[in-house]
């Protein structure tokens, strides 16, 4: 089975901090997404990845930055914390040639930002 | 500009009966449709997909169906069990090859014993 990790599953920050969000796929995708998910507002993309190093604005990518130095991990940065960032942030994968556009989620991560 | 659209934020259902979750889309750029479920604190899971090209594909209890010239897509769920009361997000595709998925808004379901 795909497994997709993140590390964390709640985390509390301060505004103006500094925060790392990582993911970890086991399945050799090329793709890596992520999203956050808002009440009301469904799941919007952040961010997306189709390669090492590689990486493409979604449609909220204000605020924060990410890396895929590693096909198997992506991270994402928020590289100073706004109480608007308040959110689960949700890591995906898929593989480039999925026939079905299956994307494979994470558990999330619950970020409050006080 | 939202392309992909749930209208309805809930639904309730009796246990045993239909569930029906729509969708509706704005434009026909899209190769793939898919629904996802997703429970509280946990990530969604994907439950059934269908290609631009079908009208309907079956799983188990779950069917969806898709009407290309209504530009709408639904989701039966017969019949309808407890587990099942989540929130249900469809998402579409594009054929661009950006793979910048369009989700709805979802949709909550409860069923009711």
């Known amino acids: 089975d795909v497994k997709v990790t993140q590390s964390s599953r709640y985390l509390v920050k301060r505004t103006g901090e500094k925060v790392f969000l990582e993911c970890v796929q086991d399945?050799?995708?090329?793709?890596m997404f992520w999203y956050r998910q808002d009440p009301g507002l469904g799941l919007r993309l952040i961010y997306f990845?189709?390669?090492?190093?590689?990486?493409e604005k979604g449609d909220i990518p204000e605020g924060y930055s990410v890396s895929r130095e590693k096909k198997e991990r992506f991270s994402l940065i928020l590289e100073s914390a706004s109480t608007n960032q308040t959110s689960m942030y949700l890591c995906a994968s898929s593989l480039r040639t999925e026939r079905t556009g299956e994307l494979f989620f994470g558990e999330g991560s619950r970020l409050t930002v006080l | 500009d939202q392309q992909v659209k749930q209208n309805s934020p809930s639904l309730s259902v009796q246990e045993g009966r239909i569930s029906i979750l729509n969708c509706d889309y704005t434009?026909?750029?899209?190769?793939?449709f898919l629904w996802y479920k997703k429970y509280p604190a946990e990530g969604p899971t994907f439950l059934i997909s269908i290609s631009s090209i079908k009208d309907k594909n079956e799983d188990g209890r779950f069917t969806v169906f898709l009407n290309k010239s209504a530009k709408h897509l639904s989701l039966h769920i017969v019949p309808s069990q407890p587990g099942d009361s989540a929130v249900y997000f469809c998402?579409?595709?594009?054929?661009?090859?950006?793979?910048?998925?369009?989700f709805g808004t979802g949709t909550r379901l409860k069923v009711l014993a």
């Open positions: 399945m050799d995708h090329e793709n």
């Open positions: 990845s189709y390669d090492v190093k590689m990486k």
């Open positions: 998402a579409a595709r594009p054929t661009s090859g950006t793979y910048k998925y369009i």
């Open positions: 434009n026909s750029m899209f190769d793939y």
